[in-house]
């Protein structure tokens, strides 16, 4: 799994940002994190996902908006896998 060989923050911050719509600010204040920190992150995991799927384009992905949304709005690690609420974790 791709997700699986970024590194935890970046993962973390991906998934948060881009798969389950939390916003930068509501994505910082979960990680506990600048809010400058997670858009690095979530620019970074997105350049390394694109490089290890060999992506080009997030059109290339037709319908599916989490991968769309993941590759192209804006993430959680190994751990990142687990459930997330608004409001905690």
């Given at each position: 799994?791709?997700?699986a ?5 970046q993962?973390?911050a991906?998934l948060?940002v881009g798969?389950?719509g939390?916003?930068?600010?509501e994505?910082?204040?979960i990680?506990?994190?600048s809010?400058?920190t997670i858009?690095s992150?979530?620019?970074r ?5 694109s ?9 290339r ?5 989490t ?12 751990r990142c896998?687990?459930?997330y609420r608004r409001?905690?974790r």
């Amino acid at each position: 799994m791709a997700l699986a060989k970024l590194p935890s923050g970046q993962c973390e911050a991906l998934l948060l940002v881009g798969a389950s719509g939390f916003s930068y600010e509501e994505a910082a204040a979960i990680c506990e994190s600048s809010v400058g920190t997670i858009k690095s992150r979530v620019n970074r995991a997105r350049t390394r996902l694109s490089k290890l799927l060999s992506i080009d384009s997030a059109d290339r992905f037709g319908q599916d908006h989490t991968t769309r949304a993941v590759l192209t709005a804006g993430g959680r690690p190994r751990r990142c896998v687990g459930h997330y609420r608004r409001g905690g974790r």
